[in-house]
């Protein structure tokens, strides 16, 4: 009966451990491996910003509550990734009509020091009326990369000597009315397969 009880005990304990561990941040990959980022959990992605917007006026997450926000992180010089998704977002707000004006479109530049408000107004607007373009200090750039998991690396551009391009991640967050994590896509995800989780979502 003892040892049944010292048994029981033991387990608990290791339960226990379990538990505490799997709600430390990046406890999941170390217990499960890495996965779809959507399984990683809401809290984990998104948090508080204080950015510029394109007009030069200052914008924090606190301004898009009630709204959803489709957020994609990028650079103006971007080739062809950051064009492809941010056609995609445009694409797939405007397909959703007078359902998809409870969604902005937000842009966040990972390169601060070329992407001056100026920078990003006309780049915004060629996407959509509606496209919020942020950015910011380094440090502020830095501070919103990290609450959304993003990782941006300056790396040196091959094909324009003495110039630099950004390696950085490409993902599409949709961010419900508390400023919550609510799904994501890539920019390739389907147009059709978009708009028709935002529809599901709004
Ligand atoms: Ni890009």
Redesign the pocket.
């Known amino acids: 009966m003892r040892l049944r009880l010292f048994i029981l005990a033991l387990a608990g304990l290791a339960l226990g451990a379990i538990a505490a561990l799997a709600v430390l941040p990046g406890a999941r990959e170390r217990l499960f491996g890495p996965g779809p980022i959507a399984t990683i959990g809401q809290a984990l992605v998104g948090g508080p910003f204080s950015l510029v917007d394109q007009d030069g006026r200052p914008v924090t997450d606190a301004d898009f509550r009630g709204r959803f926000m489709l957020i994609y992180f990028?650079?103006t010089f971007?080739p062809d990734?950051?064009p492809a998704a941010l056609q995609l977002m445009a694409a797939a707000v405007d397909k959703l009509g007078a359902k998809g004006d409870q969604i902005t479109p937000i842009f966040i530049t990972v390169d601060p020091e070329r992407d001056t408000p100026d920078a990003l107004k006309p780049y915004v607007a060629s996407f959509h009326a509606r496209f919020v373009g942020l950015t910011g200090t380094s440090a502020d750039i830095q501070d919103v990369a990290r609450a959304y998991r993003v990782y941006a690396r300056k790396v040196k551009d091959e094909t324009a000597p003495g110039s630099y391009t950004m390696d950085?991640t490409?993902i599409i967050y949709l961010m419900g009315p508390d400023g919550r994590f609510v799904t994501h896509f890539t920019s390739g995800t389907p147009l059709e397969t978009m708009a028709a989780q935002l529809a599901k979502a709004l």
């Open positions: 990028g650079f971007c990734v950051c950085h490409s």
